[in-house]
């Protein structure tokens, strides 16, 4: 679901697709002169990757279809959702700057081990990457670059709780890592939860995206129901 704010559109581009699920399971929702909008379905990666497998990805797959996108920012490979890609480079500088300046709204979804008492709170705990362990990330007081996200009860189970996850900072693995924190990691994380998993993916997903067109100014937002 795509809203653009004031009511118009924002550059329409004559060979855009109606939206469709390729092979892949890539969903394009927007395409227009400056930028793309594509769901990242779990378990392919954002950017290409080491060896055979590392060729399958959202970024080349798009690029197949407009050779001038560029990636803008990534989802981790277990994480579903929405992504953003600009067309040149400088669309991907100006939305670039625009996650920098930290003036693009992003909201997940995720489903956490455990039942969390507090319907809101926030998690400010200094990230850095947990280099004898790598890909893992790690909180470190001292020496972590700080990391800040805001959460809020979506709803509970006898064994889980949902939550809306708002990050304002965009470090690696961020999301996973704070909520593992508070001893409520993410089902289904292979690096962060505990054995067994008790899911088949990692239940995140990338479920809400809003920022201003780089050309027009425009508010576009976009929404993507989680699969989970």
């Known amino acids: 679901m795509c809203t ?15 939206p469709a699920t390729s092979a892949e399971g890539v969903r394009v929702l927007h395409v227009d ?10 378990g392919l ?12 990805n959202l970024a080349s797959h798009l690029q197949a279809m407009w050779p001038d996108a560029l990636v803008v920012h990534r989802l981790d490979m ?14 991907q500088r100006r939305l670039g700057a625009a996650f920098e300046q930290r003036a693009v709204g992003k909201r997940y979804e995720a489903v956490v081990e455990g039942l969390i008492e507090a319907e809101e709170g926030r998690i400010a705990a200094p990230l850095m990457a947990d280099w004898p ?11 972590g670059k700080p990391s ?10 006898a064994e889980t709780t949902r939550v809306s996850l708002k990050p304002v900072t965009g470090r690696s693995h961020q999301l996973r890592v704070h909520l593992q924190h508070i001893g409520h990691p993410i089902r289904g994380d292979e690096l962060y939860a505990p ?9 995140l997903h990338a479920a809400e995206i809003s920022f201003a067109h780089p050309a027009t100014g425009l508010t576009l937002h976009f929404a993507s129901p989680a699969p989970f």
């Open 148 to 157: 800040l996200t805001y959460w809020q009860v979506m709803a509970r189970t």
């Open 4 to 18: 653009v704010s004031p009511s118009a559109a924002a550059l329409p581009d004559p060979t855009r697709p109606a």
């Open 33 to 42: 002169a400056q930028l793309i909008v594509a769901e990242k379905p779990a």
């Open 195 to 203: 054995l067994p998993l008790r899911a088949e993916r990692l239940l």
């Open 45 to 56: 990666l954002s950017v290409p990757g080491r060896g055979e497998a590392g060729r399958v």
């Open 78 to 91: 277990g994480t579903s959702g929405l992504m953003l890609l600009a067309r040149g480079l400088e669309a």
């Open 133 to 143: 362990n790598r890909p893992r990330q790690k909180v470190d007081a001292e020496n």
